[in-house]
């Protein structure tokens, strides 16, 4: 979670020695939020604190895993560090140390379904995710896959190369909010995202021909494009199809045709 005021870090405004006042202000009287920096003196569940700067949320939470969530060592980077997926993966190995680790977090997602509830679900709009991809790059790619003095081999060699650099190029087209968000969020890969938006780079058909698409699935793929996604990823399957080892019975012996029929055989 993001603080409501992170410039109250070193002196909150608002002081609480009772959890149960605290939870009134927080969820029936809404004076304060979640998120919002308090000084804390008290005890909560089996912990006790003194004047400690926290938030009701991280108080919540430390309630429920029964441990402090800014002193459980290699969790978070630092108190009052932003609780991301990394941390949280972190927490589950913590807590699978207890016996209560099922229930501790089964009330943990209860909590934590609630407060996405409150927030809402943010989605990336198109304005975030847009990104230049018409570069010099691309059109150096473009030339190098249409150059008919050069071969497929030399091709994909160059090919990759440049290829490199103008995926480097698109991410750093995104911006620095837009790679906090995914970094936090624990969800979803950058890679991911320049997959969406970028045309791809791929070796279409058994001879491997090396294709650059003109389009992308966030401009919306063409004809052509579709066509050679399809024939690279039947490449894919026949090669994956070649590497698996046939399974089944083997009869060591020889038998005439038919021999076996009728007669029931027992694999022990």
């Known amino acids: 979670m993001t603080f409501e005021d992170p410039s109250e870090v070193k002196n909150p ?10 939870v009134k202000d927080v969820e029936i009287n809404k004076k304060i ?20 700067v926290t938030t009701f949320g991280r108080l919540r939470v430390s309630q429920i895993i029964k441990a402090d969530i800014d002193s459980i060592q290699g969790v978070l980077k ?6 991301d997926g990394g941390s949280a993966a972190r927490l589950m190995v913590f807590l699978q140390q207890y016996p209560d680790f ?19 679900v943010v989605q990336f709009d198109f304005e975030s995710l847009y990104a ?26 160059m090919m990759t190369e440049k290829y490199k650099k103008y995926i480097d190029e698109i991410k750093s087209e995104f911006s ?16 991911s995202l320049v ?9 279409s058909g058994v001879k ?9 699935l966030y401009s919306g793929m063409t004809n052509k494009a579709y066509v050679d996604h399809a024939v690279e990823n039947r490449s894919l399957q026949s090669l994956k199809v070649s590497g698996v080892p046939k399974s089944g019975l083997i009869l060591i012996g020889h038998y005439k045709p038919g021999e076996l029929l009728g007669n029931p055989v027992r694999i022990i």
């Open 13 to 22: 405004r608002n002081l609480y020695t009772s959890f149960a006042d605290l």
């Open 208 to 216: 491997e021909k090396p294709l650059i698409n003109d389009s992308s």
């Open 195 to 203: 997959d969406i938006v970028a045309p791809a780079f791929i070796m």
């Open 132 to 157: 230049n991809t018409n570069t010099v790059t691309y059109e150096e790619i473009k030339k190098i896959a249409n150059d008919p003095k050069l071969s497929d081999p030399q091709k994909v060699l």
């Open 102 to 120: 099922v229930e501790r977090v089964n009330e943990l997602q209860k909590y934590c379904l609630k407060l996405v509830s409150k927030a809402g």
């Open 33 to 52: 939020k979640y998120n919002q920096l308090i000084l804390f003196t008290g005890k909560v569940g089996e912990l006790t604190y003194k004047k400690k």
């Open 176 to 191: 620095d909010e837009l790679k906090d968000d995914i970094k936090y969020a624990n969800r979803i890969k950058l890679d």
């Open 78 to 83: 630092a108190p009052l560090d932003r609780i």
